[in-house]
């Protein structure tokens, strides 16, 4: 076979490769072990000890050999790196203790990004600017009110500001993120701008943003995006969401690609003039490095800034260009001037995908030509380094996205052969406005928003086609374990096609393995309730039949999808979301594009405008527009497979309650002798409300109310229920301090079972025909489980197999607790007769239809 696969040699890895890996992973480590060390000082005495006897064995072992040299490049880098992360650590360590001592003073400085909007207002990251604090950036809530400050202003503002280090949540991220101080100020100012070229640039870009503020539509919010790097009108938008859906949020952010774009412009235009090559060269990197400005410094430009200066270099003397070297001393430089850089996701997502396409670029590209021939070449091979990027960054994106995009690559051959002219034509528009006139950049500003826009529509129909994206959940180290082992085969095997129908059908295997995956196995017909571990905030499962149901979407899209992926799901017949809280639906927009839905049920008592921003992400879930919204009331009553569902709250014929949490929809799941109760967030009032009406009954499973908060169960309540097994969804080291400790004495007391998220994981009870037992997904600590009541044991023929099974441990049998009550089918009440304790509910149940 002739052609392009037999000119597609393995590239060869240069010894600057081997270094930059080696310090990228001493920065990793050293930042491990500086935050272990503020915690545990032996720990981390110990990580250290055993890194060095790893190394030590290693050049003992391989010293001798060829790989001589690449050991001692690996060696040297790895301690550079973690020296370097260890110098920034222990500069971290003195700044703390400066804005500790610094206390309630005006701070000076430089705005570093667009203000962000969070749930306490606006957010603003201002590296600060004299003072005993010179030169880090604080996170700084802005006065609500007040003027917002573009990229690269200067302001004024009163503050105390609190070290990073200091937030157990938070902390260690934002530190990573380079910001190390946060604060709320109670006055601030804007000033004017700082002076040189940056000065100039950042206000150009804030008359650019001026400009197109006042049109709307979605072109317009791309444009901003990849030409200004301003996002801010795509956030929490349908177009970043289905840009994400189909894998292309590299395009909304900006990176190398839109940097490279521009370099290329620009060296088109010195060609047309005749420009001297090196003056070519010259202007494209200062063009670049301005671009990078306007665009506010993001990480990711940055290496590809570097890149482009030191392949500029490289053709300016004559010297051979080599990708993986350039890309090698830009990560140099970036650790060398910011160790703690390499956390950064879009330098994370900008390294890997140009690594792996520079060493796997070519050979998939030799794949693609040899299955597609004629005018289809371009696009397969287009296609082709999509996949190569998609796949090395899968370590990255699962933890982060939670999902997967089975249409990124054919999303990416219709979206980026159109966007170079859509950004030349903004970018030479915005440049003509603001130096010549309106009337010379508007009809490239109309161009490029037209193409934006059709963009952005073909975007969102792929998007809404089933099994555009699908959702993953992992560990992190074993996917990249996973990738790396995969790329290691590759490099060594070089596998080339042999012929064209060979090639076909490799092609063919890889579509029918990524269309088996959108598609899903199948759903099992056990009957079980999962308690997703998704940190604060609720997702509950029940499924049985076939059928799935959702109880409130958890406050985070990705740990809900997560949750989502451990669980198998794919499709979800109806969703409950019990109440207006973020921490209960939160999360529903993430599942846009990775799941099919048959209903969403809302309480009827649900606020109008928290009603009307749910009915908006309802609309774009899948399948967009035919989704439907229900109110859910009590008297109620729905199947799922074997299950049936009754809505015991909120009363329709009551005043609605004043405080949203006891506006919860509260639903009782019977399954035979099986009987459970999800309470959302329903307090005291609500539980006496079902008390009243003699719906309070024995049951087996109940879901603590309000993430076991002090005011969430009663005793009244659980003295009614008399539950068996308690769970308890809470997210570990949460503010609120959930569960409160009265709340575990109360559960104790009454000899329950408790199980928690936050320590047992995702929280699985199994229905079965004569009982029911709990799985946790982690081993189950004396401190998760309180002890079991003891009672005297009924007959066997009632014995259930109500415990739990813990990886790799025993299978727990424990007795049926209640007593007195019917062990068969036919003592259970439909809600519409009498119930085991003799008292008539006091609804009428009615059946909704799936």
């Not at 930059?20 to 005495?45: F, Q």
């Not at 206000?203 to 444009?223: F, K």
């Amino acid at each position: 076979m002739t052609g392009p696969a037999t000119q597609c040699s393995r590239p060869t890895v240069p010894p600057v490769a081997w270094l930059a890996l080696a310090t990228w992973c001493g920065s990793v480590a050293g930042e491990a072990l500086w935050w272990t060390s503020r915690c545990d000082v032996s720990k981390a005495c110990m990580m250290g000890g055993v890194a060095a006897a790893v190394l030590l064995s290693c050049v003992v072992l391989l010293w001798r050999t060829r790989w001589r040299q690449l050991l001692a490049l690996a060696c040297c880098g790895l301690l550079m790196g973690a020296v370097l992360s260890g110098i920034q650590g222990v500069h971290t360590d003195v700044v703390s203790k400066m804005i500790r001592d610094a206390g309630a003073r005006e701070w000076q400085g430089r705005v570093v990004a667009d203000p962000s909007e969070g749930a306490y207002g606006a957010r603003v990251n201002v590296r600060l600017l004299g003072g005993p604090c010179s030169g880090i950036v604080a996170s700084i809530g802005w006065p609500e009110g007040g003027d917002e400050p573009e990229v690269g202003r200067l302001v004024r503002c009163r503050a105390i500001l609190e070290p990073a280090i200091l937030d157990e949540v938070y902390g260690r991220g934002n530190i990573r993120a380079g910001v190390l101080a946060s604060g709320t100020a109670w006055s601030a100012e804007v000033e004017g701008w700082p002076t040189g070229v940056a000065g100039r640039l950042w206000q150009w870009r804030e008359q650019a943003n001026v400009y197109l503020s006042r049109r709307t539509g979605a072109g317009v919010a791309l444009l901003r995006g990849i030409a200004l790097g301003d996002r801010r009108a795509l956030r929490g938008t349908s177009v970043e969401e289905d840009f994400r859906i189909l894998g292309l949020s590299h395009v909304l952010a900006v990176s190398g690609m839109h940097l490279g774009l521009v370099c290329v412009l620009v060296l088109a235009v010195c060609r047309l003039l005749h420009v001297h090559r090196r003056l070519s060269l010259l202007a494209s990197a200062a063009t670049g490095a301005c671009f990078v400005i306007v665009t506010g410094v993001p990480t990711s430009a940055v290496r590809a800034l570097l890149m482009v200066c030191t392949g500029a270099s490289a053709e300016a003397f004559g010297v051979r260009r080599d990708g993986l070297a350039s890309l090698s001393v830009a990560v140099l430089a970036l650790v060398l001037v910011s160790p703690w850089g390499v956390f950064s996701l879009g330098l994370q997502l900008s390294v890997l995908a140009v690594a792996g396409l520079l060493l796997f670029g070519r050979l998939a590209a030799a794949w693609a030509s040899s299955c597609v021939e004629g005018i289809f070449r371009r696009s397969a091979e287009l296609m082709s380094l999509t996949c190569v990027a998609q796949a090395v960054t899968v370590p990255v994106t699962t933890p982060v996205f939670g999902m997967f995009s089975i249409l990124a690559p054919v999303a990416n051959a219709a979206v980026l052969p159109c966007l170079p002219v859509a950004l030349c034509c903004g970018m030479s528009g915005l440049v003509l406005t603001g130096t010549v006139g309106v009337w010379a950049g508007e009809p490239f500003i109309l161009v490029a928003e037209g193409l934006l826009g059709v963009l952005a529509r073909v975007v969102a129909t792929l998007a809404s086609l089933p099994g555009a994206a699908v959702m993953l959940g992992g560990n992190t180290a074993a996917a990249g374990a996973f990738v790396a082992a995969c790329a290691v085969i590759a490099w060594v095997w070089w596998p080339l096609p042999r012929d064209t129908r060979s090639a076909r059908r490799v092609a063919f295997t890889l579509v029918v393995l990524l269309g088996a995956v959108a598609v899903g196995g199948p759903v099992g017909a056990g009957a079980r309730i999962v308690v997703c571990d998704i940190g604060q905030g609720d997702a509950i499962l029940l499924q049985d039949g076939g059928r799935t149901m959702l109880v409130d979407t958890a406050g985070d899209g990705t740990c809900l999808r997560a949750a989502l992926a451990r669980a198998g799901v794919r499709r979800l017949d109806a969703i409950v979301l019990t109440h207006a809280h973020d921490d209960h639906t939160g999360g529903l927009e993430g599942l846009c594009g990775v799941v099919q839905v048959g209903w969403v049920g809302v309480p009827c008592v649900m606020d109008a405008d928290a009603k009307h921003a749910i009915e908006e992400t309802v609309a774009r879930l899948t399948p967009r527009g035919r989704v439907m919204t229900r109110e859910l009331h009590a008297g109620e009553r729905f199947v799922l497979g074997e299950s049936t569902v009754d809505v015991l709250w909120p009363d329709v014929s009551g005043p609605v309650p004043e405080n949203t949490n006891d506006t919860s929809v509260i639903l009782a799941i019977h399954r035979g002798t099986f009987d459970a109760v999800l309470t959302g967030d329903a307090e005291g009032p609500v539980q006496n409300a079902l008390e009243k009406a003699g719906l309070l009954d024995d049951i087996e499973v109940l879901k603590v109310p309000h993430h076991g908060s002090t005011n969430g169960l009663t005793e009244q309540g659980l003295a009614a229920w008399r539950p068996e097994v308690a769970v308890i969804s809470v997210g570990e080291g949460n503010r609120f301090g959930h569960p409160h400790a009265a709340a575990l004495e109360m559960l104790a007391r009454a000899g329950v079972r408790v199980y928690r998220t936050d320590y047992a994981g995702d929280v699985t009870i199994e229905i079965g025909v004569h009982g029911f037992r709990v799985r946790t997904q982690r081993v189950c600590e004396n401190r998760t489980c309180v002890s079991a009541r003891v009672r005297a044991p009924p007959p066997p023929t009632i014995w259930s197999m109500c415990g739990h099974q813990e990886s790799g441990g025993t299978q727990v049998r424990l007795p049926h607790m209640g007593q007195g009550r019917a062990s068969s089918g036919a003592g259970r009440p439909a809600l519409a007769g009498a119930c085991r304790c003799g008292r008539r509910p006091r609804l009428q149940f009615r059946r909704l239809r799936w």
